[in-house]
């Protein structure tokens, strides 16, 4: 059983920056399509950001350009680097593991873009 925890949440301003962190137990790390997920209350999880084992990246179009996701298989370890937030980028950020078809959440971690 993976389990995937996440770090860096927090309050920012707006046009500030954040790095979120997401860390996942097992050997074979390299090996998962790894991503973040973005919800607020009320709405649908949507995409943020993927990154595939191989490192092909694709990103939700309204954070093209600002966001980037990258990993580091030696340390099992997956990043969302967040710059130039607004306010709509509000929401709880769960980082996201699939193998063989078998996805893996994490708890979620906070992200507040408020002045």
């Known amino acids: 059983q993976v389990q995937l925890v996440e770090s860096g949440g927090g309050l920012v301003q707006p046009g500030g920056s954040l790095r979120l962190s997401c860390t996942a137990s097992g050997s074979i790390f390299s090996m998962y399509h790894m991503g973040w997920y973005r919800q607020a209350p009320g709405n649908e999880r949507e995409l943020v950001a993927r990154?595939?084992?191989?490192?092909?990246?694709n990103y939700a179009d309204s954070v093209k350009g600002r966001f980037t996701i990258s990993r580091d298989n030696a340390k099992n370890t997956v990043y969302l680097q967040m710059n130039t937030l607004k306010s709509e980028d509000t929401d709880v950020y769960s980082c996201?593991?699939?193998?063989?078809?078998?996805?893996?959440w994490g708890q979620g971690t906070q992200v507040t873009v408020s002045s």
């Open positions: 996201w593991g699939s193998f063989r078809g078998t996805n893996y």
């Open positions: 990154i595939a084992s191989f490192g092909t990246t």
